[in-house]
């Protein structure tokens, strides 16, 4: 299989025209159920298993349960009319000290699902000129939309799906 190219050596261009909002917003709806259906009958001794220093399947899961606030952060900033958003932070400390490998993944599914769907409640309340109005991505150092935002978070979910289906795939899971 073709090696994968790590999440901070991401280049994005953020150019999507912004009537491709509602097809951006089904990615990022789409991902608690998504999520669901690749953990679904999957032991929890192997959900939280880890190899060395790597993340178990359940902190994938939890990880983007950790980044909602961020991304819904993000759009407070917006509605503030800030012009940099809010910088992620890089070390992960919220997944790390979350301990979710001692949570039933149920529960972080159900709250995974909630405050996912407030995300997309809030954007869908948006007009088209509060969906363009760009602010700089600190890290990427990039103007960013809030569908730029939405496509990040979608191309983010994805990175963690993959990392999920990497690993039920060297555990022989599926």
Same mark, same amino acid.
Do not use: C
């Given at each position: 299989?073709?090696?994968?190219? *790590?999440?901070?050596?991401r *280049?994005?261009?953020f150019? @999507?025209?912004?009537?491709?909002?509602?097809?951006? #917003?089904?990615?990022?709806?789409?991902?608690?159920?998504? /999520?669901?259906d #690749?953990?679904?009958?999957?032991?929890? =001794? /192997?959900?939280t298993?880890?190899?060395? !220093?790597?993340?178990?399947?359940? =902190?994938?899961?939890?990880h983007? #349960?950790? @980044?909602?606030?961020?991304?819904?952060?993000r759009?407070?900033?917006?509605?503030a009319? @800030?012009?940099?958003?809010?910088?992620?932070?890089?070390?992960?400390? *919220?997944?790390?000290?979350?301990?979710?490998?001692?949570?039933?993944?149920?529960? %972080?599914?159900?709250?995974?699902?909630?405050?996912?769907? =407030?995300?997309?409640?809030?954007?869908?309340?948006?007009? !088209? =000129?509060?969906?363009?109005?760009?602010?700089?991505?600190?890290? @990427?150092?990039?103007?960013?939309?809030? %569908?730029? #935002?939405?496509?990040? %978070?979608? !191309?983010?979910?994805?990175?963690?799906?993959?990392? %999920?289906? !990497? /690993? /039920?795939?060297?555990?022989?899971?599926?």
């Open positions: 299989m073709v090696p994968r190219t *790590k999440w901070v050596e *280049k994005f261009t150019d @999507l025209p912004v009537g491709w909002l509602a097809n951006v #917003l089904e990615r990022v709806r789409g991902t608690p159920a998504r /999520l669901e #690749l953990t679904r009958g999957v032991s929890p =001794e /192997l959900l298993r880890r190899d060395g !220093e790597r993340w178990s399947m359940q =902190e994938h899961a939890g983007l #349960l950790d @980044l909602e606030e961020l991304d819904t952060g759009l407070d900033d917006f509605e009319g @800030l012009d940099t958003l809010r910088a992620a932070d890089m070390s992960n400390r *919220k997944t790390r000290e979350a301990a979710h490998n001692d949570r039933r993944l149920a529960d %972080i599914l159900s709250e995974f699902r909630r405050a996912r769907a =407030e995300f997309v409640r809030r954007v869908e309340g948006y007009d !088209e =000129e509060f969906v363009s109005r760009p602010a700089l991505h600190p890290r @990427l150092q990039v103007p960013m939309r809030v %569908i730029d #935002l939405a496509y990040f %978070i979608s !191309e983010h979910d994805d990175h963690h799906l993959a990392s %999920i289906s !990497e /690993l /039920l795939r060297q555990h022989g899971a599926r």
